[in-house]
């Protein structure tokens, strides 16, 4: 079973608000990896790192940042967020050439 | 630009039958490949993956194949339960860095 955590599952949140998505976990792995998902659309890499103080931007540009000041530990930060920015995002971790484990998701929803 | 191809957005399929689920890709560089289960409001979980050293993987119900040389690989589940329908997703990497998606293929089983 993957030990992997998000928080929090849901959020409503308000146009203008800084929001921070949690992610952790306690694998060890050095590859983490910022997903973000809309209904019958692909996975959309935003944000990734392979190790503590590496972040780099993904395939899919996004206004939010990323931080890796600890292996466990991967937040992703919105410093405004917006109705565009409605949609799930998944955060994953992966240690080398094995498969990427998936937390549950952030599902979240900006008005 | 997208990498990796799911064509069949759905796919509905008796109980007890055979699925089969179709994934084409462009980068003639990945060397690994994985699919994905997920169901609504949740992370994706792993099912199964191949090496590109391999044509054929198999666990339990699920069996992937890969053709290198047609790009193409496809995922069997025989028999289908209706505990199987959700949304499946194939990914594929390079030299084990980030992990890219296709759109998915929603499976429904019919009792």
């Known amino acids: 079973e993957a030990d992997i955590y998000q928080t929090p599952r849901y959020l409503v949140i308000g146009t203008g608000k800084k929001i921070t998505l949690e992610c952790s976990q306690t694998?060890?792995?050095?590859?983490m990896y910022w997903y973000q998902q809309d209904p019958g659309m692909e996975l959309h890499l935003i944000h990734y790192s392979y190790g503590v103080n590496s972040t780099e931007k993904g395939d899919l540009s996004s206004e939010s940042t990323v931080s890796r000041i600890r292996t466990e530990h991967f937040p992703l930060t919105l410093e405004s967020a917006r109705p565009s920015h409605t949609s799930q995002y998944l955060c994953?971790?992966?240690?080398?050439?094995?498969?990427?484990?998936f937390g549950q998701g952030t599902r979240l929803t900006v008005v | 630009d997208q990498q990796v191809k799911q064509n069949s957005p759905s796919l509905s399929v008796q109980e007890g039958r055979i699925s089969i689920l179709n994934c084409d890709y462009t980068n003639s560089m990945f060397d690994y490949f994985l699919w994905y289960k997920k169901y609504p409001a949740e992370g994706p979980t792993f099912l199964i993956s191949i090496s590109s050293i391999k044509d054929k993987n198999e666990d339990g119900r699920f069996t992937v194949f890969l053709n290198k040389s047609a790009k193409h690989l496809s995922l069997h589940i025989v028999p289908s339960q209706p505990g199987d329908s959700a949304v499946y997703f194939c990914a594929a990497s390079k030299d084990d860095y980030k992990l890219s998606f296709g759109a998915g293929t929603t499976v429904t089983v019919r009792a």
């Open positions: 694998m060890g792995h050095d590859k």
């Open positions: 994953a971790s992966r240690q080398d050439g094995t498969e990427a484990f």
